[in-house]
Every structure is written in structure tokens, then in C-alpha cells.
């Protein structure tokens, strides 16, 4: 383990973040850096301006099965808790969670939104503050998206961040997942709006009540969105993590109800609580910082009056754990509203 990396980031880090992930009907090892044809040479002129997501060939589909796929998702999905002030949803492949990320970003307004800030958790390098993008765009298959460089001067100015590297930006999936998803949701307003990404370590307490705190007065415009990228337990000797309440029956049943009851606490928007809970079962919930950020952030504005309420809309895993040599990722989707 890294000097300043999180023991639950870490363990997962170890093994791929879920089963092999299709893409073009050939399987590809999530993590193999498989790049299309002529990534390189691009990139080295666009190094600190353009940034094409280079798990384009592994994640995801590509073009116009893409397009198709994401579609079909959101229309099978109601907007029951628009518009979103903020959404947590899952980083895997598109296979596994794409039509559980549906349930969050269909209740995305693109009209009324302008700045999306992406939280995602930092699995490859050991971070124990928060980083930026050093980029100007990111590439998706669908269009660009242009990254607020107005925001993240006030933020740089606040000394709290660090800078990625290309290299970490490349590897990072967690916020490269949800590029696509959200470049679809804010289609019809494509040149309306711009990204901030986040990368977020392996905060103590204290430093999630410090973004939070942060990151608070951003969440209470109603122009923008905040995305919290989080998979749920991941379950399985390859996760070093096989917690089992034999009472809930059958494996999965018990990783239904270990996943529930954190969730039920991020309903409560306690942020004490959830990293209560997080302590007693050591849920590996890669994205728990980000969303300990987001808990903070609402428990600040509730001091000021503002009355917000958030409920999950979608669990799933990426398959049935029966026994010891089974694994399993979860999912869950989201979305926070404000009253």
C-alpha cells in the first residue's frame, strides 16, 4: 500500500474494478489500457488541452451503439425526482451499470443546468487531498466537453487541490465513466454547459467537512449538478472483502442488505452516520469520500435553511454471489432535490 492511500481504495485497487467489460462484442480487461489506433501520437499535441478518455475501447461502446445504448436506458426510466441537484451514480462498465446509471441521469435538467461538477474517487495514484484536471477539454464519443476554468481558478486559489497528471487523468475511470452519460443527458443543451472534475483522495473526516464546506455554496446554485461517482460492495476473495450476515440467507442477499442499510444512511444525508457505518463494516464503497463531500456539503447549507432530500431509485450487482468463490460489484443510482 501507498503512502497516503486509503486501505479500502487500496484492496479494490488490487484486483479489476469488475468482471471483464465488452466493448464491439470483443471482451477487453478493465484497466489493460487498450488505446484506439493513433491515440498516441494525438495525444502528445494536445497534452494541457485536449484529453480523449482512453478507455474508449474497454468501458464502452463507441459511435452510434453508444448513442443507441444510452437511449434506450433513459427511456425506460421515469423522472420522478427532477430536476437533480446531484445524483450518485456507478463508474463500472456500461454493461454492468448502465442502465442502473439511468435512473440518476434521467432526472438531469439539461435547461436549467450550467456547470456540472464531477466527484469521482481516485483508485490508481494515493491522494489525500482533492485534484484538478490539468486539461481544457475532454473527448467523449458523442461531443466534447469543455471543462470551467472560471471555476477551477477559484478553486485552485483556495490552495486545496493538486494538479493530475495526464498520465493519472488516463487511468482514472471514475469520472471518465460519466462523461458519456452526462455528454447524452445535457444533449440537447450541449453548448450550454461546462464540466469541473474532481478527483478525490483519501480524505479524513475533517478534510470531507472542509470540502464540503467548500463545495457547499456551488451546490446551493440551482444551475448546477453535482455527480457523485460511487459503485457499491465490492464483494469477493479478488476484493480482500467477504463480509456475510448468514441471517439475510443467500450471499447476495446479505450484500443487498449491507449496501441498503449504508444507503439508507446517505438518505438520512448524515454524513456522521455514514462514516459510522463505514468504520463498523468496512463496506468497500470506492466512492465514499466523494460522497462524505456531498454529505457535508448539504449538512452546511441546512444550517443556512435550505431543505433538501435525497432517495435512491435503482440498486443492482453485476451478478449472484452463492458462495465463497463468487464476486460481485454493486450499483446504486440516486438523486438529491431541493424543497
Known amino acids: 500500500m501507498l503512502s497516503g492511500q486509503d486501505p479500502l481504495e487500496w484492496r479494490a485497487a488490487q484486483a479489476p ?16 489500457g487498450t488505446q484506439p489506433q493513433g491515440l498516441t501520437a494525438d495525444l502528445t ?6 484529453f480523449p478518455p482512453q478507455p474508449w475501447s474497454s468501458w464502452y461502446y ?28 456507478p463508474h463500472a462498465g456500461y454493461t454492468y451499470c448502465g442502465s442502473c446509471a ?21 483508485h490508481h495514484v494515493p491522494l489525500s487531498r482533492c485534484a484538478l484536471s490539468s486539461v481544457d477539454i475532454y473527448r467523449t464519443p458523442l461531443y466534447d466537453l469543455r471543462i470551467d476554468q472560471k471555476i477551477y481558478g477559484e478553486l485552485w486559489k483556495t490552495g486545496m487541490f493538486e494538479r ?3 498520465q493519472t487523468d488516463e487511468d482514472e475511470h ?27 483522495g483519501a480524505l479524513s473526516e475533517s478534510k470531507e467537512q472542509e470540502f464540503g464546506k467548500l463545495f457547499s455554496k456551488y451546490l446551493a446554485d440551482p444551475s448546477n449538478l453535482f455527480v457523485v461517482s460511487s459503485d457499491f460492495c465490492h464483494w469477493g476473495q479478488r476484493f480482500r472483502y467477504s463480509y456475510y450476515d448468514e441471517s439475510q440467507g443467500e450471499i447476495y442477499r446479505s450484500i443487498e ?17 455514514f462514516s459510522n457505518y463505514l468504520k463498523k463494516y468496512h463496506n468497500t464503497i470506492c466512492g465514499r469520500h466523494p460522497i462524505g463531500v456531498l454529505l457535508n456539503a448539504i449538512t452546511e447549507l441546512q444550517k443556512n435553511g435550505m431543505n433538501m432530500s435525497f432517495s ?6 453485476s451478478s449472484q454471489c452463492r458462495n465463497w468463490q463468487d464476486s460481485s460489484v454493486s450499483y446504486a443510482a440516486g438523486a438529491l432535490t431541493v424543497h
Open 17 to 32: 474494478r469488475c468482471p471483464t467489460e465488452w466493448s464491439a462484442g470483443k471482451p477487453v480487461t478493465p484497466g489493460a
Open 45 to 50: 499535441s494536445w497534452a494541457q488541452t485536449t
Open 62 to 89: 463507441r459511435g452510434p451503439q453508444l448513442n443507441a445504448q444510452l437511449e434506450g436506458w433513459l427511456s425506460q426510466v421515469q423522472s420522478t425526482k427532477r430536476p437533480a441537484r446531484a445524483i450518485i451514480a
Open 102 to 122: 439511468a435512473h440518476a441521469y434521467k432526472q438531469v435538467d439539461p435547461s436549467i443546468t450550467r456547470r456540472i461538477f464531477i466527484l469521482g474517487p481516485s
Open 164 to 166: 493530475m497528471s495526464l
Open 174 to 200: 471514475s469520472i471518465e465513466m460519466h462523461l458519456p452519460y452526462t455528454a447524452k443527458a445535457m444533449e440537447s443543451h450541449k453548448d450550454e454547459f461546462t464540466i469541473i472534475p474532481v478527483l478525490v
Open 257 to 273: 442488505h449491507l449496501d441498503k442499510m449504508g444507503m439508507s444512511i446517505i438518505e438520512q444525508l448524515d454524513p456522521v452516520s
Open 312 to 317: 435512491f431509485l435503482n440498486y443492482a450487482q
